[in-house]
T-cell receptor, first 117, second 113 residues
Framework: AQSVSQHNHHVILSEAASLELGCNYS??????LFWYVQYPGQHLQLLLK??????LVKGIKGFEAEFIKSKFSFNLRKPSVQWSDTAEYFC???????????????FGQGTTLQVKP | GAVVSQHPSRVICKSGTSVKIECRSL??????MFWYRQFPKQSLMLMAT?????????EQGVEKDKFLINHASLTLSTLTVTSAHPEDSSFYIC?????????FGPGTRLTVT
């Protein structure tokens, strides 16, 4: 079965520190990859996505992610975090045209990021 | 654009009663909507895929007779939790597919007492 694994469950950083959150998926076919963020008390928002082309994608708020096909990975990075980045981060995978062609997303377990001021 | 709303935002009900949650796409039409369940500090678990004008597709392990989904129009899908029990208490989130992406609603906190 398809799955998404996020290795870091809870990350604590100080402001200005660099961030990297790991995401691996298990599916051999073509995938679309996403990172979502959920700020406290708010709904899920899309940070960035990868469909095709340049494997290094840039998203909102200074976030970027790199798709490494050989490693089935899509890690999220930010060079310098801010207190306002404190949130829950979810990696998700979609199979275009696959999995019943419903476009459904499979989510990772989520990573709680706490940034200390 | 691409705003999804849910109503109610939170609801408390007694064990054995049914609760209906609405999911609306406000500024676009969505032939496909999704219903998720999120437990505290955990990920979103897809419950079912709702297709306008047809039956919903449920994920393995989700009781379709307990979680009734109706997608009667291109802007509205409803999830009814029938004969709710305390273990159904959770955060329910819907999303609507538009332009190759999913847009999420703010969620509904259900508490069954």
């Amino acid at each position: 079965a398809q799955s998404v694994s996020q290795h870091n469950h809870h990350v604590i950083l100080s402001e200005a520190a660099s961030l990297e959150l790991g995401c691996n998926y298990s599916y051999g076919g073509t995938v679309n990859l996403f990172w979502y963020v959920q700020y406290p008390g708010q709904h899920l928002q899309l940070l960035l996505k990868y469909f095709s082309g340049d494997p290094l994608v840039k998203g909102i708020k200074g976030f970027e992610a790199e798709f490494i096909k050989s490693k089935f990975s899509f890690n999220l990075r930010k060079p310098s975090v801010q207190w306002s980045d404190t949130a829950e981060y979810f990696c998700a995978v979609k199979s275009p045209g696959g999995w019943g062609n419903t476009g459904k997303l499979i989510f990772g377990q989520g990573t709680t990021l706490q940034v200390k001021p | 654009g691409a705003v999804v709303s849910q109503h109610p935002s939170r609801v408390i009900c007694k064990s054995g009663t049914s609760v209906k949650i609405e999911c609306r796409s406000l500024d676009f039409q969505a032939t496909t909507m999704f219903w998720y369940r999120q437990f505290p500090k955990q990920s979103l678990m897809l419950m079912a895929t709702s297709n306008e004008g047809s039956k919903a597709t449920y994920e393995q392990g989700v009781e379709k007779d307990k979680f009734l989904i109706n997608h009667a129009s291109l802007t509205l899908s409803t999830l009814t939790v029938t004969s709710a029990h305390p273990e159904d208490s959770s955060f329910y989130i819907c999303s609507a597919r538009y332009g190759g992406e999913q847009y999420f609603g703010p969620g509904t906190r259900l508490t069954v007492t």
